[in-house]
């Protein structure tokens, strides 16, 4: 005899089929709604009841797991005098508010040398929102160069003599 075992009754069938499945990232857990990319754990958790999600690995992770940085910044010494720790938490708190902004824009890393910072990001953008950031609360020349196809930027901000 044939046995049918009955889903529970919480657990209804996705009767609307038409509706497609929102993607969402294994590693960082970011979904891809209405053509963007989004931190939004509400929406993930509301796909899940449904059973309407695909996990793939979002463009930032594939990058990062390749490990692409689309962006490098440069920071003169002169430029943080006053405290490299300080200079890190601020680069850091800009990322942070990008991060929210876009999720796709992030921070790879922040490398200290003895006469500058050097700091590594996934995208173009942020190297340079970074840069720009710090030169408006820090003074400085900001120098941006893109790669002849534009898919890296190396950005510096040199201290005015
Ligand atoms: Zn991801």
């Known amino acids: 005899m044939k046995y049918i075992k009955q889903p ?3 657990h209804k069938p996705n009767k609307d089929s038409k509706k497609p499945n929102h993607e969402v990232c ?3 857990g970011i979904i891809l709604h209405r053509g963007r990319w989004q931190k939004n754990d509400a929406l993930v958790k509301e796909h899940r009841k449904l059973n309407q999600l695909t996990l793939t690995l979002c463009p930032a992770c ?3 797991k390749e490990g692409i940085a689309e962006g ?3 920071i003169d010494r002169a430029i943080f005098d006053s405290g490299a ?3 890190q938490n601020e680069i850091r708190n800009i990322a942070g508010q990008e991060f929210n902004r876009d999720p796709l824009r992030r921070l790879i890393g922040i490398n200290l040398t003895k006469d500058k910072v050097v700091v590594n990001t996934l995208t173009k953008e942020l190297a340079v929102t ?3 950031h710090i030169k408006k609360s820090r003074k400085g ?3 941006i160069h893109y790669s002849p196809h534009e898919d890296f930027a190396e950005v510096f901000l040199k201290a005015i003599e």
């Open 8 to 10: 529970p009754h919480h």
């Open 26 to 28: 294994k590693r960082c």
């Open 62 to 64: 594939r990058k990062e």
């Open 72 to 74: 490098v910044l440069t």
């Open 85 to 87: 720790k300080e200079i």
């Open 130 to 132: 970074i840069g720009k």
């Open 141 to 143: 020349k900001l120098e």
